[in-house]
């Protein structure tokens, strides 16, 4: 690597775990670049707080607009050194009542716009021959649970797809990870009731949820050069769950 501030691209980055992991990054030093998809004002008042950031808008279940991001980002800087898969979305239903649209959804958010991602990041990180890439996934993906056959397939994918591209791209410097929370207290936790945390709590040995800012930490670790021998795992972070 030369001395060039290095460029880091946190997809869904306005809000929970996106927005601990651009705080993360950097304070680690990176420029970071906040994308967002309908929290504009919330990644710009982030964007301000930071000494050196810049936001994105797209729409990351479109290939068009996903490409167009990627483009003006090449555009702009020239470079990109480490992505953050985290956007994603949730729709709970059981199985026999799933709706095909909702698979469409999901797999669309969730794992189609991971594989544009990649490949547009990873063709910027080659001629760098650097690079980190690291992929938000879940507990459920690898363990599973009820009313969300869905969501947890498409964590399973991304986590199948990670360990692949991590074989493709690590002769050319470029480590690809992923990150599985476990259940983390953000504004969607926080809606539950009393009966459902006390019921989640049963689950957690530690007896509490995660933090954004736990996730955070995992992620900043894997784009160090400290985590340079990693590549195609999966670090759980998950208060002992799984």
Request: proline share 2%.
């Amino acid at each position: 690597m030369n001395d060039t501030k290095k460029i880091a691209l946190v997809t869904g980055g306005s809000k929970g775990i996106g927005r601990a992991c651009v705080t993360e990054l950097s304070k680690r030093g990176f420029k970071v670049l906040i994308h967002y998809r309908s929290g504009k004002e919330d990644a710009l008042s982030l964007a301000g707080s930071l000494p050196d950031a810049d936001t994105f808008g797209a729409d990351l279940s479109s290939p068009e607009a996903t490409q167009n991001m990627m483009k003006e980002i090449k555009s702009k800087y020239g470079r990109l050194d480490v992505l953050v898969n985290n956007a994603g979305v949730c729709v709970d239903q059981l199985v026999m009542l799933a709706k095909e649209d909702a698979f469409d959804k999901m797999f669309s958010t969730n794992m189609k716009s991971i594989f544009l991602m990649s490949k547009a990041a990873s063709r910027l990180m080659l001629k760098q021959k650097w690079g980190r890439i690291v992929n938000i996934t879940s507990v459920v993906g690898h363990m599973g649970n009820p009313g969300q056959s869905l969501y947890s397939s498409t964590k399973g994918a991304v986590t199948a797809f990670t360990k692949s591209i991590a074989s493709e791209l690590a002769s050319v410097g470029i480590t690809c990870n992923c990150v599985a929370p476990g259940f983390i207290k953000t504004a969607m936790t926080d809606k539950l009731n009393d009966e459902q945390k006390t019921g989640l709590m049963e689950k957690i040995p530690m007896k509490r949820m995660g933090t954004p800012e736990d996730i955070a930490s995992a992620v900043g670790f894997l784009v160090s050069d400290s985590a340079a021998y990693i590549s195609g795992t999966t670090i759980h972070v998950n208060g002992g769950m799984y």
